[in-house]
């Protein structure tokens, strides 16, 4: 794949490398950063506070599926509870497999996250809360797969992230305090287009994919 930098605003050339070995915000963490010459805190303008969000909320979700799978419950709902009494998850199974819509919540007793389920397969609206009870997620799944749009949250309340699904797709992040950080865009799965800022506007950074 070859790219075109449009503008070059002072950023290492290692970070522009960085940049192009990803194919996704969410395939941050897989860049090898020693041979890029990146230092890990460098990488943080594409993205990854919103991509930890989103990476974190699935592995919990696929945490728990596991979990279930090794000790199904009786058809029929039920309520879990932590060791304080509070509630720690509320659901319904059917046929064996989790159906309907299933919460979890935090030993707070705060909700956590709630999606919905279909025959044992995540099928519906899902959101994800903070501790502190600010949205943390947002997305749907339709037939086990992220479908349509996903959005990430700081916790102080302001979009971080914004995902779309399939080979063509935008997607964007912005800073904590509103700016936004980045647009990239794919077509057919390759990344064609970058954009990115720093936290007070300025641009950093612009990059095309040339033909091939």
Not at 27 to 38: D, Y
Not at 124 to 130: D, E, H, I, L, Q
Not at 165 to 172: F, K, L, Y
């Amino acid at each position: 794949m070859k790219f075109t930098t449009i503008k070059r605003l002072g950023l290492p050339s290692g970070l522009i490398a960085a940049v192009l070995a990803v194919s996704s915000c969410a395939e941050i963490a897989a860049v090898p950063l020693l041979v890029v010459g990146v230092p890990v805190a460098a990488v943080f303008f594409v993205g990854v506070v919103g991509v930890a969000t989103l990476t974190q909320a699935m592995e919990d979700f696929d945490a728990k599926e596991r979990e279930r799978e090794a000790k199904p419950r009786k058809d029929g709902p039920f309520i879990e509870y932590w060791a304080n009494g509070k509630k720690s998850a509320v659901g319904t199974y059917k046929n064996k497999k989790l159906d309907g819509v299933y919460t979890e919540y935090f030993k707070s007793g705060k909700k956590k996250s709630e999606l919905a389920y279909v025959g044992g397969e995540r099928n519906g609206p899902y959101t994800s809360w903070f501790e502190s009870g600010q949205k943390s997620v947002e997305g749907s799944f339709k037939a086990g797969k992220e479908y349509g749009t996903t959005k990430c949250y700081h916790e102080n309340g302001k979009i971080s992230y914004l995902k779309g699904h399939g080979p063509n797709r935008n997607e964007t992040t912005w800073h904590k305090n509103g700016q936004r950080e980045s647009v990239t865009k794919y077509k057919n799965g390759q990344l064609i287009f970058r954009q990115t800022w720093d936290d007070k506007g300025k641009e950093l950074e612009e990059l095309r994919r040339m033909p091939d």
